[in-house]
């Protein structure tokens, strides 16, 4: 790992980590020289396996299990992190979990679990990451598309990442004042195992067409992204070159229209 990077010296803790998204993220952050706090909710072998591969290339990690919708656990987490690497700069919140149903079947239970994950998990891990930033803070949620179209069944999921953007543009101010900036990256599909589960299920049922042909009508790039195009895009805004970006969420979605 490089230790000139742009973010050597800096702490991070990117929740979610052990696959997907959030594992590129933390890869991508090792590589821009952070030390790294690797969360995992259920997969053990996934973010030891991933500590193991940032340890070999030079880098500082750890792994510490957590279910982000419990606020103890998540408090817990925080703490471990921070004494782990003497501090904590930059918090990525990545975990969440979908959901697609029609109106008729949503639950209580359903909406309870979505919005745990997905928005209380994601401020509360804010409230607990701030408690040990400084000037220079930085801090990025997970929105997603979804919460700016319109997708059929999808209605529960993409409420609550729409109250993440509504967070990040709120408490923008009041971490400003600390000289904390804190933005939400919004992704559109990524070719990750979640996607090849539910990527079907983005389209309109009337559509009777491949799902390859579907990204290629509707994303002006005509593919997935890879977990490391929304990597970049998150490790641009924790870095110093993001210095003035606070209260933004950042489409990266390949031109979904």
């Known amino acids: 790992m490089n230790g000139n990077g742009k973010l050597s010296g800096k702490a991070a803790l990117v929740t979610g980590a052990s696959r997907g998204i959030g594992k590129a993220t933390a890869v991508r952050l090792a590589q821009d020289g952070a030390s790294v706090a690797v969360n995992y909710r259920g997969n053990a072998r996934g973010a030891e ?3 193991r591969e940032l340890k070999a290339q030079g880098a500082e990690a750890a792994a510490f299990q957590a279910d982000v919708s419990d606020v103890a656990q998540t408090t817990r987490l925080v703490d471990l992190a921070a004494d782990a690497f003497g501090g904590l700069d930059i918090l990525v919140s990545n975990a969440g979990v979908e959901h697609f149903a029609p109106l ?13 994950i997905n928005t209380r998990g994601q401020l509360f891990a804010v409230q607990q990451a701030v408690r040990y930033m400084g000037d220079g803070g930085r801090i990025v ?5 979804s919460a700016t179209r319109s997708v059929f069944h999808h209605t529960l999921y993409a409420a609550s990442k729409a109250a993440v953007s509504s967070m990040v543009l709120n408490l923008a101010a009041e971490l400003g004042q600390r000289g904390i900036t804190i933005n939400a990256i919004a992704p559109g599909g990524t070719a990750t195992d979640m996607a090849s589960t539910h990527a079907a299920s983005y389209k309109p049922p009337p559509l009777d067409v491949s799902m390859e042909t579907w990204v290629k009508l509707y994303v002006a790039l005509g593919r997935l992204a890879r977990p490391e195009e929304i990597a970049a895009v998150t490790a641009f805004l924790v870095s110093d070159d993001a210095s003035y970006i606070t209260g933004r969420t950042i489409q990266a979605d390949g031109g979904f229209y």
């Open 49 to 51: 396996e991933l500590v």
């Open 104 to 116: 008729a079947e949503i639950t209580p239970e359903d909406f309870d679990r979505i919005f745990a």
């Open 141 to 145: 949620l997970t929105s997603s598309v």
